[in-house]
């Protein structure tokens, strides 16, 4: 990622509270950057983005011993 890239996407998260949902118009909780385009979504537009249904959940590392 190019250092102007960076920046971008570090103003985004800095200016995530002000915004609101491309698609529905709702408070903005996340974003996509592609392809040095930046597209601000509430929580259900970004989960049908990516189309991820129920809760997100990481494995659990600390059991790896």
Do not use: W
């Not at 118009?25 to 990516?50: D, I, W």
């Amino acid at each position: 990622m190019k250092t102007s890239a960076v920046s971008r996407v570090t103003e985004a998260i800095r200016e995530i509270k002000e915004q609101h949902c491309d698609t529905c118009g709702n408070q903005a909780k996340g974003f996509t950057f592609r392809k040095m385009l930046l597209t601000y979504y509430c929580r259900k537009c970004l989960r049908q983005e990516f189309n991820v249904s129920g809760p997100v959940t990481y494995p659990d590392t600390s059991a790896a011993d």
